[in-house]
């Protein structure tokens, strides 16, 4: 769902990629140790993971995307469905145990959708997508006019009002130039924050409908060529995407909490949380261009302005837009495809890999070039399992229907099972969009060093040198950018020091979320990119075969990188003697997190200090142009002391208690007894939902991790402990105080049960 955003970084280097080539590149054989193996039991799993990566086929990884895009495959199409039954066919094939598990979701459909300009002048918006010349399948018929999913229905008739990218901030500029959105239709350009914000916010302050059109700004013409030429978005080409509430909980909007099974009792949609009051309709910037047009009222701030080729007015009027929106309602059937290893010694400990299968329309980029990935390695560990491996613990294998419309069919799976997966999952390893570039990483700080072994065991197909070496020196020249945030600037100094390179943390916008934010199971997401041109036709019909043959990944190489470096994270977690976990690595980056909210509450007193004083000396009055009105913002609430002290001892106790932690694990040498190590994995596999708290944040309580959680107004972005951050943001205070203490509270829980773990491991050495 997410598009990859590690661009610019470097300029596009030159390639020599030969296209369908088939072999697995040769993978330099690291001399370091690997994380919860005894030295023998490396130089054994580096042996396997060779005889993986000969399995691995980048021509056959070609010929499953172009089968599984060989039509639309959104939610409820026919192809999506027999994609879902293709996989099945193949992971029984492989040796897995397969089948598919059905859920009945909440989807609504659009049966009419139409934008039309009634005034000043008339014109109706196309609101489709026409066949691009050399890309087979976009004149197919089958897909769903370009809509955004879970916006009301709606007839409605209204002045327009440019408002920017429709986020809080554009909403307190537009209140300075005297105009608002009451009973009016808002259009906003997508950017800026999440999508399903826009038309909240545009319905929080009044308005009636809202259109959200792609500027060529940020994907189309001014970026680069557009498609076919290039491939960055035509001026036909519409971003769709959901707009349910999902960072109050993702999945089936009438489930909250539990899984869409046949015999559940779903909410009435009137009771659906997550579910927007007003139309909203994505559209192309050929048709958001007139409408644009149309505009008077106060020319936008400079900051406002794409680069369409007119002069941007806010309104609101003369233009009088007329939208409708018109759904079927009913229940759609989704199928995931689980498929299982089952594990020879730890059986009941379970490795989740999983990456989603339904598209927009046909979905090459989004998410099928990451189930190739997922697929390759599936049947090379049917062949090594056929061959007489024999995984320590349980490999799960997932291939998730619905992640579109709202991360539906992992997060309904994931509701269903919720007792197991709590008892069982020890890992969740996702992939969604993946092709040519850099490696991506993010997830659970203890896995950091996971990653990063085996990141430094794969060969980037372009450089020749490791996967992590490029990583790393991706992430040191965003850290140099004149315009790099402190947190890339910091990341890059730690990777100068040439350890571990610092993993993101995970917000949402893939289906990661229910296993980490709600049940508390450690997970990582990997994605490889950054020399593509994805961003111009995301969401949208051009996301086909062959824009992903000639712009993703010609070669294929990277979607073998993807299966090499997420194979060797399945498999050694599924076969370490100790789970390959270090705490050390989440404390550290804890203590970072803390350090930022001290800063965060001084820089925001700061803010306001200076804004009162230019009040107060009337400073925005007098630079104000007569002719051309801007009234001076509203006033800062004053920042008083926040009581940190209760988080800072957690995280202070903590860091000595993780400390402890890894060392012991280094002394046991990865050998305590077999008992002792199944009662140190136990313990261990746990560890993350330590870190959750049953009554979850404030007013979503779905989400339960106190770490990791998606903004409430950033959508996909994560906010690390949101608890507190948010109310740092959001002027709130006591509510920073409260959570400080809470925060801190789940901390030292997380601690005690370190310390247990430390003590476990001292006396597996005695
Ligand atoms: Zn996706």
Redesign the pocket.
Known sequence: ??PISFRPLLAVLSLTIAAGTSAAPAVPDSSTALLGFTAEGATAQRALERRFDAQLSANEMRDWLKHLSAEPNQVGSPHDKANAEFMLSLFKQWGWDARIERFDVLYPTPKEVSVELVAPTAFKAALHEPPVAGDASSGLPGALPPYNVYGADGDVTGELVYVNHGMPDDYKELARHGVDVKGKIVIVRYGGGWRGLKPELAYEHGAVGCLIYSDPRDDGYFAGDTYPKGGWRPAEGVQRGSVAKMMVYPGDPTTPGYGSTPNAKPLAIADAKTLLKIPVLPISYADATPLLQALGGPVAPESWRGALPITYHIGAGPAKVHMAVKSDWNRKSIYDVIATIKGAQEPDRWIVRGN?HDGWVFGAW??LAGTIAELGEAKAIGALVKSGWKPKRTIVYASWDG??PGLLGSTEWAETHAKELRQKAVLYLNS??NARGFLGAEGSHSLQHLVNLAAADVTDPEKGVSVLERRRAAVRVAGAQPDAKPETRENAKIAAQGGDVPIGALGSG?DYSAFLEHLGIASVNLGFGGEDDNDGIYHSRYDSFDHFDRFGDPGFKYEVALAQVAGRIVMRTADADLLPMRFGDFSATLDRYVAQLHKLADDERKKADEQHKLLDAHDYELVSDPTRPVAPPERLSDVPAIDFAPLDAAAKALHASAQAFDAAYAASGSKPSAKQSAQINELMGRMEQALTDPDGLPGREWFKHMIYAPGLLTGYGVKTVPGVREALEARDWQGADKYAAITAKVLDGYRAQLDKLTALLQEGKR
């Open positions: 769902m997410k989603h989004d998410p992640e579109e969604d969009t893939s």
